[in-house]
């Protein structure tokens, strides 16, 4: 489900609710709670938890789908070379198109589809799982001086 994060910031802020107390009513960490915000996509279940929490109904929460799709999928057998991938977000679609634009013999664009989806063919190299580094705002201060010294 697609959340307004903006509209439950301002409800909390409305209700004086801190995101300790938001949390602690719905029983979610408070990173699980800042990232279901700040992306916009939780569960049924998490997006009730939340409504309630903040003191309104899920439909006030919730952003309307445009296009009727919100899945993003990327499908491979074992030690293939190749992924089929569908992506109905339009920064993933776009980075397809230019891929295929860039790079044919490796980035095929297999179907875009009615529902404004797009099915490609990519190598299975190109697929990575990597997390943000997790950084403490003084680390996060000295990276900015670095930078600034430069």
């Known amino acids: 489900m697609r959340l ?3 509209r439950i910031v301002e409800v909390m802020e409305e209700k004086s609710l801190t995101e300790e ?4 009513r719905m029983g979610l960490y408070q990173k699980s709670f800042q990232w279901i915000v700040k992306d916009g996509f939780a569960s049924e279940d998490a997006a009730e ?3 309630d929490a903040v003191g309104l109904t899920v439909g006030e929460i919730l952003l309307p789908e445009i296009t009727g799709n919100v899945e993003n999928v990327i499908e491979f057998v074992k030690d ?3 992924a089929a991938v569908t992506f109905c977000q339009g920064r993933y679609k776009s980075r397809i198109k230019k891929l295929a634009a860039e790079r044919p013999e490796e980035c095929e664009i297999v179907a875009e589809n009615q529902d404004g989806s797009l099915c ?3 190598p299975v190299a190109w697929i990575k799982i990597n997390p943000t580094k997790q950084l403490s705002e003084e680390q996060r201060r000295e990276i900015a001086e670095r930078f600034k010294r430069k």
């Open 120 to 122: 490609a063919h990519i």
């Open 80 to 82: 293939s070379e190749r």
């Open 49 to 51: 938890r939340i409504a």
């Open 21 to 24: 107390t938001v949390c602690s």
């Open 4 to 6: 307004n994060g903006k």
